[in-house]
């Protein structure tokens, strides 16, 4: 069981999803009305922890009326609108998107990604051979985890997560414009220099795996990854008095990587170094 | 907040450059470099520099000024001092094209590559530097050049600016007062156009030396009768307020003072205003807006980052008539309830930055500024900020997020500026033309200008044309002027193969179209738009293919990098014109196509108008010129567009 905190009754408002008549409490997005409908919005940089920075444009949904289209992650719904998720045009903006975004990252431990590529038809491939990619090495610095940008769809989730929504250790930002753009830290220094406090909230949020715990790169590499094989046990962190919930995969009994359950009301699926990294000693018992 | 400095210190001079702006450091935990025993037994939060973070953009200036670029140890220093997260800061110097993050010569050449000096030599030009200087880039003899995007400067193109570190500016006028009080050192900066190799290279030698051209020469009617906007460029010394008040100015004020805030957004609104940066929104409506809302405080904002390729009216109002948007500020502001102004001039405007600069502090000097206008008992005062070489940062809420010294991505909307803009509270954002409008209304009343232009588009208009013709420039001329018209006062090329309106963000109309109205219904009513006034002409001798190109290369450079389908969909673009050089018929269809289908999702999805607008100048050449030999409809499965 989770705990539900109470919040203030909210009013509801009444709008027309895909021409039905539609209430949502105050203040909802239209995706959390989609997803209440039982429609499934692709989405790849909202996150359910944090502000949606609706920077993918994967989920654009048409508003009758408007010029543009509108990112349902993070635009709320108001009485008498009306939306469609799954006109041509929008389902056009979502399939280009993904094949940009195919087209320049490597997006091979998206989860979903490849199923939303086939259901919109994408097809990165039509850029050619040539097309520009990120073309980013792993970036290997530390013994807990591993960024590897080229997988980077620059969602901002990290730094956000790094930042003012939740660590506020901002060891990490944006750097660079437009297409040269990457996650960094200042100068580019590795992360042993940086700020970074290793909770691992950013690997936590990270949609693509470009953030990885070392141990999972080291056995994608090996080829023994294998996630079919793996148990999930949530538990309590057994170190400070603060009692995280704490979820431990199992790969052939081994602790391969420490995650957090989201719906927490306390921790949001945040951890620190030692709740998010510390298992070692786990297995030398 | 976890701050984590490294171990790099900034030399002297840059600590200099930092503290003749921040004021010395206050202890040892800012950066001071003696520790005190206070110092040790207490720390300080940092709280109170936290709240001036909007302070990040003009410190990386003041280093950049100073030794023309930002080394780990300046930047680390004024984080200290700002109490911002270095990663932070570092982000936000690498978003702005003006700065380096890298060691580079003290003196750099911007050599302008974009529509305007493109279609008037700036390859020759580009080729002829390269000779003297080396590759982009390169230091040869204390000296690198880069390419640069539209430096405003279309009517007298090709143009280059350059720009050296650490050098006092040029003397401008003689009551100039001290730059801060102390002798704070300043980039020394050279305006050369039109520009030849040679002339660029004797620039870069000496650029204090130099005196710009003065504004009225990109005034071709300058001094005529009849002239609204225009009537004081080239007339009034820019540099003397009792000129400007001799002129007329600041009646205006006074006015307002009688009307009273709600009499002048009446007047305003009466007057049909409708703002000029492209977007067309009724500006009194927008002051009313902002006026109204409860949360305070209100700030005004004056986006002078003109940077749309082909647009120097703003330039030139600024250069030749700074008073005029100094004086339609504080009426804003006085409209709007706001008692701070923020005037964001772009970076590649040293003339209008120390036009402004001087006309600031004169009028704040004569009380038409500070804590009592005219002894009329409101306060409000200007902060001008310069920009750091960022297209982007001429949408509102980039602009915002500039300012406040964020990396100037666009803002998603809703919440509008209006409810929530610079620092979080009600904004009133206008652009410079829309903004020297006001005074005029004032002074002739909302009637009288609204009988001007026609009646959705009221009021005079400023043109930017350039490109081939005999006398480019800003002209005024009532809305409702045919396109023609215009081009026949500017001296029509022989051979006009396509007008580009609106600018990078526009689209190109045909040479059999030229009896469009001006106008922002008529535009529309053509399938295309005023934008910001651009008007660029193109003859013959112009490679179409070439300037989409350029267009395109605009665009991705200058794309934030926030959303996907600008991110990347600007790359797809030019990497499809780049393959079309060389293609058409038949062969060009598959590209034209993707073309086609990227630029619809970036019309559609983007969050912000540079990406929804990226391709509209393409579609429009595909469309309405054929190039490529597609002319509208014609390849395969696709129907009319344009027409929407
Ligand atoms: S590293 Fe991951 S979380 Fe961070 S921006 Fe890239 S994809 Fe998003
Ligand atoms: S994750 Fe960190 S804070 Fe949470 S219980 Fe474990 S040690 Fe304590
Ligand atoms: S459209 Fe382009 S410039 Fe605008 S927010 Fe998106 S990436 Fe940035
Ligand atoms: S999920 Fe909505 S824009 Fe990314």
């Known amino acids: 069981m989770t705990a539900v905190p109470l919040q203030p009754p909210r009013r509801l408002i009444e709008f027309s999803l895909d021409g039905q008549d539609t209430r949502v409490p105050e203040g909802s997005t239209i995706l959390e009305a989609c997803r209440a409908a039982g429609k499934d919005i692709p989405t790849l940089c909202e996150g359910d922890t944090l502000t949606p920075k609706n920077a993918c444009r994967v989920c654009v949904v048409e508003v009758e009326g408007a010029r543009t289209l509108a990112p349902a992650c993070s635009r709320r719904a108001e009485p008498g609108m009306a939306v469609r998720t799954d006109t041509g045009r929008a389902r056009h903006s979502r399939k280009t998107v993904l094949e940009l975004l195919a087209s320049a990252t490597d997006l091979s431990t998206t989860p979903r990604a490849a199923e ?14 040539a097309a520009a990619r990120l073309n980013e090495e792993p970036k290997v610095d530390n013994d807990l985890y591993v ?14 997560a790094c ?10 930002s944006v750097a660079g414009r437009g297409f040269d753009a990457r996650i960094s830290t200042e100068h580019d220094a590795p992360l042993t220099d940086s700020a970074c406090v290793y909770c691992g909230n950013c690997i936590e949020v990270c949609p693509t795996g470009a953030l990885s715990f070392k141990s999972e790169f080291d056995m994608r590499e090996a080829g023994t990854w294998d996630e079919s094989a793996q148990t999930e046990t949530t538990t309590v962190c057994a170190y400070c008095g603060v009692g995280c919930n704490v979820t431990l995969h199992v790969q052939e009994n081994e602790i391969v990587k420490v995650t957090s359950p989201h719906d927490n009301p306390v921790t949001h699926g945040n951890l620190c170094i030692k709740g998010r990294f510390g298992f070692q000693h786990v297995s030398q018992h | 907040m976890d701050l984590h400095f490294g171990d790099s210190k900034p030399t002297d001079e840059e600590r200099e450059a930092v503290d003749a702006l921040l004021g010395p450091p206050a202890s040892a935990w800012e950066g001071g470099t003696e520790r005190t025993d206070a110092d040790l037994r207490w720390a300080v939060g940092g709280r109170a520099a936290r709240e001036r973070r909007d302070l990040l953009l003009p410190a990386l200036h003041a280093v950049n000024d100073r030794t023309g670029w930002i080394s780990e140890g300046a930047l680390d220093y004024l984080c200290r001092r700002l109490t911002v997260p270095p990663a932070e800061a570092y982000g936000v110097a690498t978003f702005y094209s003006m700065f380096a993050v890298r060691p580079r010569p003290a003196t750099v050449v911007h050599v302008c590559t974009d529509l305007a000096c493109a279609v008037n030599g700036s390859a020759g030009l580009r ?54 009080g102390s002798d704070l050192r300043r980039r020394a900066s050279a305006v050369v156009a039109p520009a030849t190799a040679e002339s660029v290279a004797r620039a870069a030698a000496a650029p204090g030396a130099a005196a710009g051209p003065s504004a009225a020469m990109a005034v071709p009617q300058a001094g005529q009768d009849g002239l609204i906007l225009l009537r004081r460029v080239g007339v009034v010394d820019p540099s003397s307020l009792d000129d400007y008040r001799a002129h007329g100015g600041y009646s205006a004020l006074r006015r307002a003072f009688e009307l009273g805030p709600s009499g002048v957004i009446r007047e305003v609104t009466d007057a049909g205003l409708a703002g000029r940066g492209g977007a067309a929104f009724p500006t009194g409506r927008k002051w009313q807006a902002t006026a109204g809302r409860p949360d305070h405080p209100h700030y005004l904002v004056c986006n002078a980052d003109e940077s749309e390729p082909g647009t120097f009216k703003d330039r030139v109002v600024m250069e030749g008539d700074p008073y005029s948007l100094i004086e339609a ?25 120390e036009r402004l600069e ?18 009329q008992g409101y306060a409000f005062d200007i902060e001008l900020r310069r920009g750091a070489g960022a297209y982007i940062c001429g949408e509102e809420t980039a602009l915002f997020n500039s300012i406040e010294g964020y990396r100037g991505e666009p803002r998603s909307k809703p919440p509008f500026p209006v409810e929530k803009g610079l620092f979080g509270k009600p904004t009133a954002a206008n652009n410079v033309e829309t903004l020297v409008n006001v005074g005029p209304i004032l002074t002739m009343g909302a009637e009288a200008y609204a009988a001007i232009g026609t009646e959705a588009s009221t009021g005079p208009k400023l043109f930017c044309v350039s490109g081939r013709v005999a006398r480019p420039g800003v002209y005024e001329l009532p809305f409702g002027a045919t396109l023609g018209e215009l081009l026949d006062l500017a001296g029509r090329p022989e051979s006009l193969r396509a007008v580009l309106l609106g600018g990078a963000a526009g689209g190109f109309v045909r040479p059999d179209e030229l009896d469009i109205p001006l106008t922002f219904e008529g535009t529309r009513a053509a399938g295309t738009t005023l934008g910001s006034g651009v008007v660029l002409a193109i ?18 450079d200058e794309s934030c990098g926030q959303c996907v389908p600008c991110r990347i969909g600007t790359v797809r673009q030019e990497e499809a014109l780049h393959r079309l050089l060389d293609r058409e018929g038949a062969g060009a269809a598959t590209d034209v196509a993707l073309l086609r289908e990227v630029g619809q999702a970036m019309k559609d999805a983007s969050i912000c108008g540079l990406g929804q607008a990226a391709w509209s100048a393409v579609e429009s050449a595909i469309d309405r010129l054929g190039v490529y030999g597609t002319a509208r409809g014609s390849e395969a499965g696709q129907g009319p567009r344009g027409d929407k």
């Open chain 1, 147 to 160: 960024r590897d940008y080229d997988k980077c769809i620059q969602c901002y989730k990290c730094v956000d």
């Open chain 1, 163 to 172: 930042g003012d929504q939740w660590q506020n250790t901002f060891a990490i």
């Open chain 2, 127 to 180: 080729a002829g530097i390269e000779e003297r200087l080396g590759t982009a880039g390169a230091a040869t003899g204390g000296v690198s050049w880069q390419p640069s995007p539209c430096l405003g400067l279309c009517e007298r193109a090709p143009a280059a600016l350059v720009l050296r570190a650490g050098e006092p500016a040029p003397p401008p006028g003689a009551d100039r007062p001290p730059a801060g």
């Open chain 2, 329 to 353: 500020m504080t009426i804003a502001g006085y409209a709007t309830g706001a008692h701070r102004g923020y005037l964001y001039v772009r970076g590649e405007y040293p003339l209008a930055v």
């Open chain 2, 358 to 375: 001087h006309a600031i502090g004169r009028a704040r000097s004569r009380g038409f500024l500070g804590d009592d206008v005219l002894g």
């Open chain 1, 116 to 129: 939303w590529i086939k259901e919109y038809g994408a097809e990165p491939g039509r850029f050619g051979a």
């Open chain 2, 539 to 556: 003859d013959d001798t112009v490679e179409l293919p070439r300037i989409l190109l350029r267009i395109a290369e605009f665009f991705r």
